[in-house]
């Protein structure tokens, strides 16, 4: 049974940072493409980085992220990350792991401006 599972989301002021973790069991973790999603009330979910398949070493990021978020990932903890710099009020949201074709649960992430 293939779980993922977030955590790390929570309320910080403008301009701090956030460590995302998603912990994935029960799938070949590194051949997969994976990354993490975004999603505000009334928007569809939108990608925020990700690794494409294969483990090519060059992730895929949406321009709102460039320069302040870095994802990464650990295959031998089959752990996906995603470091979040000098945050700001549009970055609240729900953030959602996703590896293959597998979702997290969500975790909530708040920025007060």
């Known amino acids: 049974q293939v779980q993922l599972v977030e955590s790390g989301g929570g309320l910080v002021q403008a301009g701090g940072s956030l460590r995302l973790s998603c912990a994935a069991s029960g799938l070949f973790f590194r051949v997969h493409a994976m990354g993490w999603y975004r999603q505000v009330p009334g928007k569809q979910r939108e990608l925020v980085a990700a690794f494409n398949p294969g483990g090519t070493p060059t992730p895929n990021y949406a321009d709102s992220a460039k320069g302040r978020f870095t994802i990464s990932r650990d295959n031998a903890k089959n752990t996906l990350y995603l470091q979040m710099n000098s945050l700001k009020a549009e970055d609240t949201g729900v953030y959602y792991c996703?590896?293959?074709?597998?979702w997290g649960q969500g975790t909530q992430v708040t920025v007060s401006s």
């Open positions: 996703k590896v293959f074709t597998y």
